[in-house]
């Protein structure tokens, strides 16, 4: 957020490949850039799914308290309200803290049928850990609908525990078209792993810039500003524009964790 002003100062564009916080494309500077979904775009797409296939109608949530917890929390919940469901639990944390039972312990004490979670890799797997650790795996919906937990790292942390994780994401090396699959092996054969979000966030955010820069011919920053607003770009995630607020406008996919690995629920699905 910081340095969207400086951008604005320079007149240089500023594109950002993971940032949620919806108020970053709402701010009106033109030369802000965001080239990944929001919060807001997450929650269409999740909450709908999450309530009307699954019942999951009583939300608890435990996130982290930061520009991206609360905002992530404030966007599903007017979600969750338009879809007639209920809030009944929310609990924020601060980053890096191994403590999570007073929290779990009031968790249990409610009727909450989902439990939504926001926050980094390290954190959440204690979290889940200590949920597993009081009788709770199987009394509710475990939910990371911006897919924080969608890597490896957390499946080696979490180990059983993370099966059965549900969530929302614009990519996962499982997606069964040509363009995902390409990238797939691509990146697997350049650094034999497979790619996760961010590594597809990196390379379209890349992409797109070099693509802008390239019609324009120039390092006109005006130009190149114009181009990146005006594009039309197909990816690994899919196919893909900026709407008028510079907000990346791209598909959802419904990820569950089975047997270890990261699997398509459902999807594409709209955010439009």
Known sequence: LAMMDVAKRAQVPLITPVSLAPKITESGNIWMFRGCDNSNMIAKAFTKWAVQENGADKWAYIAINTDYGRGSVESFNAQLAELGGKVV?????????????????KLSATDANALCLF????????????FHEMGLGGKMLIMDPTSGTFNAKFLELAKE????????SRFVATIQTPAAQKFVADYRGRYDIDPEKYAQAGYDCTRMVSLAIEKADSLDTGKIRENLAAIQYEGP???????EKNQLIIDEYIIIVKDGKFEVAAGPISVQ
Not at 90 to 101: C, L, P, R
């Open 161 to 168: 525990h993370a099966n059965g994780i549900v969530g929302a």
């Open 89 to 105: 639990f929310t609990e924020y944390f601060n980053q890096g803290e191994t403590d999570y039972y007073p929290i779990v312990t």
């Open 119 to 130: 926050g980094e890799t390290v954190d959440l797997s204690r979290v889940i850990a200590q």
């Open 237 to 243: 995630q899919g196919k893909a524009h900026f709407d």
